[in-house]
């Protein structure tokens, strides 16, 4: 059994992330970006080992872009594994499972129908993930498929965090509520923490910064998530790359008056928001921080918004808490900018966190804690690995 090959694949809507592991040592064997799935100018990097291929076939559907994935998997020169049967499961990354599914499952027609009916939920994402599963099932019959969902570990929220202030029955008719996603990640670096700090995760509260382009923050409460800074979409909690964050719903009723569509609207929120839209320069921090660096006062405003409110829902969450062991950053973000990590943190002195500026600055994508030794708080960088959950709970499931 340790001598399982695991593929994880991860579909977005005209994309395939995979990555082939070998789960005795949990290395990853080979691992690419299909893109343009459907559009012209199709594109696949594939990276084996330290060499990469970029290859540009023609890709109409995902079916085929999976078939090109294995064939390079297995090919004379790019290829990790004599041939397919080596595969002993695939591991699929889903992003809604709404409140049926609260950990991963083995992909059975019932877990099919689950994913389904959560469509409406998330409509952008459940079809495309659908559309792996499906090629998946006809290529390789007979090898189990695992879907890991990003939703799932957050199904331990109390309804006290979940529910929105708007009537019930919306909720109960609807499931309009909160769910919040990058559950993955936040249970993978809050397991990492506990490892790191030597502790059992059902003894300590750790707060997780999953901060990428899109970005959540989540209370950890003896290894349960007890609140998370997404809701039942992916625009709210704090400011993003392209997305909003929290806005009073007035704004939206105003600009939905001003006669903007539903689709308009959303593209505002989803596509033109967040440090983008404040900052006009840029959705990628480094561009902004760069420019405001220059002395762009727009993009000083958009990193300040971003600190805040980083720095808001920390203390919100240690609050909900009754207070806080660890707090961990993750993602692009997280692990890279040590401008945002110090001034996210910087005021919270008053509740025992405090930076060590010498192990924060210049610190990128690499373990380590950050926090002085006399910080009551311990403050984390782990580096998130959600693609490696993936499999692992594949491994588990598969068996
Ligand atoms: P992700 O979605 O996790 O890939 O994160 C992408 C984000 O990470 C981008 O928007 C970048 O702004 C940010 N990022 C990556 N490296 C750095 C860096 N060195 N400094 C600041 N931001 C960074």
């Known amino acids: 059994m340790c001598k399982m090959k695991i593929l994880v694949l991860n579909c977005g809507s005209s994309s395939l992330k995979y990555q082939l592991f070998d789960m005795k040592g949990e290395e990853v064997l080979a691992k690419g970006l299909v893109e343009r799935i459907g559009i012209s100018g199709s594109r696949v990097k594939h990276t084996k080992g330290e060499s990469s291929t970029v290859h540009e076939p023609d890709i109409q559907d995902h079916a085929q872009a999976i078939k090109i994935v294995l064939e390079l998997l297995t090919g004379p020169d790019t290829g990790v594994i004599g041939d397919l049967s080596e595969i002993t499961a695939v591991g699929h990354r889903v992003v809604h499972g709404g409140e049926k599914n609260t950990k991963s499952v083995l992909i059975s027609q019932d ?20 559309m792996g599963i499906r090629a ?21 929220m109390p309804q006290e965090a979940y529910i929105y202030g708007v009537p019930f029955e919306y909720y109960e008719k609807d499931k309009v509520r909160r769910y919040s996603f990058h559950g993955t990640s936040h249970q993978f ?37 007890v609140d998370s800074s997404l809701g039942m979409g992916t625009s709210c909690g704090i400011l993003m790359g392209t997305r909003c964050g929290d806005v ?99 005021g919270l002195e008053f509740m025992g966190v405090k930076i060590d500026d010498a192990k924060n600055d210049g610190l990128r994508g690499k373990e380590a804690v950050i926090s002085a030794d006399d910080s009551k708080v311990t403050v984390l960088v782990i580096p998130t690995n959600e693609e490696l959950v993936i499999a692992r709970d594949t491994q588990r499931l598969a068996k």
């Open 248 to 346: 009073d719903a007035s704004v939206l009723l105003h600009l939905l008056e001003q006669g903007n569509s539903p689709s308009e609207l959303s593209d505002i929120l989803h596509k033109k928001s967040g440090l983008l839209g404040i900052s006009g320069v840029s959705s990628d921090l480094r561009d902004v921080e760069t420019a405001a660096a220059k002395g762009d006062k727009r993009a000083k405003l958009a990193c300040d918004i971003l600190y805040r409110s980083i720095k808001k829902y920390i203390a919100a969450y240690a609050a909900v808490m009754g207070g806080v062991d660890a707090i961990v950053f993750t993602a692009g973000i997280g692990e890279n900018s040590d401008v945002t990590r110090k001034a996210a943190t910087e």
């Open 189 to 225: 670096v809050s397991s990492r923490a506990a490892e790191i700090l030597g502790k059992s995760i059902e003894s300590i509260k750790i707060i997780t910064c999953h901060l990428g382009n899109g970005s959540s923050l989540a209370a950890v409460d003896r290894g349960k998530s």
């Open 111 to 130: 877990v099919v129908k689950g994913i389904e009916e959560c469509i409406p939920l998330a409509p952008l994402h459940n079809p495309a993930n659908l």
């Open 136 to 156: 998946m099932q006809e290529i390789l019959p007979g090898v189990p498929n695992v879907a890991a969902f990003d939703t799932a570990f957050h199904q331990t």
